[in-house]
């Protein structure tokens, strides 16, 4: 799912993947031209090393089929709002930080994540 995501940035400088990784969902947003990822999570849990190098992966994947230079990729590990604990909101969540992440078009996405913080 990843791979497909990168593959129809056809040169978009960011993509935004919704991702379960097993009961509950969260954001990850790839910055293709600054090599970064922001993980948005409204239960404010992080990534485990393993979907952390399953990302980097695809990314450096993506940026070597572009003939780009590639390094590694640096994390962000965004606390937005939580959700209630206990509630079944998590997808409201990735809504919500990918629309706020998409107003304001000429900030970066660097100053948008500080919204977050």
């Keep these: 799912m990843a791979a497909k995501a990168l593959k ?20 990850v947003v790839f910055d293709l031209v600054h090599m970064h990822f922001y993980w948005l999570d409204s239960l404010h849990c992080e990534p485990t090393e393993e979907l952390k190098l399953f990302f980097e992966s695809c990314l450096i994947f993506y940026k070597r089929m572009q003939g780009s230079r590639t390094f590694s990729p640096k994390w962000h590990y965004i606390k937005g709002p939580r959700q209630p604990f206990g509630s079944l909101q998590c997808g409201y969540y990735v809504m919500k930080f990918m629309t706020d992440l998409m107003e304001e078009s000429l900030l970066s996405i660097e100053a948008k994540v500080h919204y977050f913080k």
Aim: proline share 10%.
């Design 8 to 27: 129809k940035a056809n040169g978009r400088e960011i993509v935004f993947l919704p991702y379960n990784p097993g009961g509950h969902w969260v954001l």
